[in-house]
Structure formats: C-alpha cells, structure tokens
C-alpha cells in the first residue's frame, strides 16, 4: 500500500515513468524482449522450439502492447502474479489464458504437513545415531487468493479460512529480489524512496 501511494506522487510517477521507458524500448518493428541461448548446449531443435513458446507466452501477455503497464507494476509492488489457465478437458494444450492477479490480494504460504512420525523424532531425538534414519516433516507450499482484500485489509492476516487455496504451479509469479532479511518479506525498488519523500512531504507541509 505504502509503495502505490509513493507511486501518485507527482515527483515519483515522474521518475518511475523514465525509468520504465529505459527499461521497456518501444519499437513497432520489433520486440521489445528476446531470449538468447547462445550459451545453452542444446540442439538447435530444442532452442528452436523454447524460442517459439516464448513467443507464445509474450502473446498471452499481450507484452507488444501492455509490457510498459507490466514492468511498472512489476516496480511498484515488487512483485507480480499470473493465474495460468489451462483446459480441465484438454491439459496437453497447455496454457490458455494468463490472467493477471493483483499482488494486494495475494499471499504465500509455506507450512509444515502433520506427520506423527516427525512428531516421534521430535520427543526422542536420541533414538537413532544415524540422523538421516529420522523422518523429515513435509513442506507444503500454496498461494492464497483473497478477493476481498484491498487498502482497508491486511494482506498479511489472510489465511485458508477466508481466501481461496491456489496451487503453486497453477500460479506464475516474479518478485524484485530484494528482500528484507529481518521480516523475510519482498521488498520494492521504491522502498529506498520512502525517507525522501517523507522528507520532501514534510518540506512542502510546512
């Protein structure tokens, strides 16, 4: 929320702008992204076919003409989602649709699985000199989809009971990369802005 707020202002939308502009070259007579596998050791039949679903995938995102939209969002909240749809009827067709999902309504979970062996390891740790004898609990990772939640909402308080469960490979993501290593939370490149323009708001209050 803090990072769409920096974004209205006029003096960092200015300044996004141009650096979404660097970033995205546009030119009609050609795309504004490729993929190079000069370095893969493949076969040209297999780089052949990855460029042809890669082209693929910039249709279903329409990147000639909404990949400006994309990277900004991308920059704003330091993170974006795609819900991949696929035909329950067809599978091996593949992907179908990639319907965008706003990063407010989104959250990722990562829990351990009820296991009564672990629990077994947990109270006699001592049982076995061998520890990779022992029973090593089961990770479950999903992505929890509120619908309901927006600017008068925490998203970090979701949970399964009031979101709908989505499986992780139903959903393509790409996060900034920066990350906060105290809170383990996904950080935007705006987060470096917030002091100067705490400071700059303060200047032009008083």
Same mark, same amino acid.
């Given at each position: 929320?803090?990072?769409?707020?920096?974004?209205?202002?006029?003096?960092?939308?200015?300044?996004?702008?141009?650096?979404?502009?660097?970033? *995205?070259?546009?030119?009609?007579?050609?795309?504004?992204?490729?993929?190079?596998?000069?370095?893969? @050791?493949?076969?040209?039949?297999? %780089?052949?076919?990855? %460029? @042809?679903?890669?082209? %693929?995938?910039?249709?279903?995102?329409?990147?000639?003409?909404?990949?400006?939209?994309?990277? %900004?969002?991308?920059?704003?909240?330091?993170? *974006?989602?795609?819900?991949?749809? *696929?035909?329950? +009827?067809?599978?091996?067709?593949?992907?179908?649709?990639?319907?965008?999902?706003?990063?407010? +309504?989104?959250?990722?979970?990562?829990?351990?699985?009820?296991?009564?062996?672990?629990? *077994?390891?947990?109270?006699?740790?001592?049982?076995?000199?061998?520890?990779?004898?022992?029973?090593?609990?089961?990770?479950? @990772?999903?992505?929890?989809?509120?619908? +309901?939640?927006?600017?008068?909402?925490?998203?970090?308080?979701?949970?399964?009971?009031?979101?709908?469960?989505?499986?992780?490979?139903?959903?393509?993501?790409?996060?900034?990369?920066?990350?906060?290593?105290?809170?383990?939370?996904?950080?935007?490149?705006?987060?470096?802005?917030?002091?100067?323009?705490?400071?700059?708001?303060?200047? @032009?209050?008083?």
């Amino acid at each position: 929320r803090r990072y769409r707020d920096i974004a209205i202002q006029p003096e960092c939308d200015s300044a996004i702008e141009d650096i979404v502009s660097e970033g *995205i070259a546009a030119n009609e007579f050609d795309a504004p992204v490729a993929v190079r596998l000069d370095n893969l @050791e493949y076969s040209e039949k297999v %780089r052949k076919r990855i %460029r @042809e679903e890669f082209d %693929r995938v910039l249709q279903l995102l329409d990147f000639n003409v909404k990949g400006h939209d994309i990277f %900004r969002r991308w920059y704003v909240d330091g993170r *974006i989602y795609y819900h991949k749809i *696929i035909d329950m +009827k067809d599978p091996e067709a593949g992907i179908q649709e990639l319907r965008y999902i706003d990063a407010m +309504k989104m959250r990722y979970i990562r829990k351990q699985k009820k296991d009564e062996r672990a629990d *077994i390891n947990r109270l006699n740790p001592l049982r076995n000199d061998n520890p990779m004898d022992n029973v090593f609990p089961e990770i479950e @990772e999903f992505f929890i989809y509120n619908p +309901k939640a927006g600017y008068g909402a925490n998203p970090m308080k979701t949970t399964a009971n009031n979101g709908i469960k989505m499986t992780k490979d139903s959903v393509a993501y790409c996060t900034s990369g920066l990350v906060d290593r105290n809170k383990g939370s996904t950080l935007s490149y705006l987060h470096k802005a917030i002091k100067s323009l705490n400071q700059l708001r303060m200047i @032009e209050d008083s």
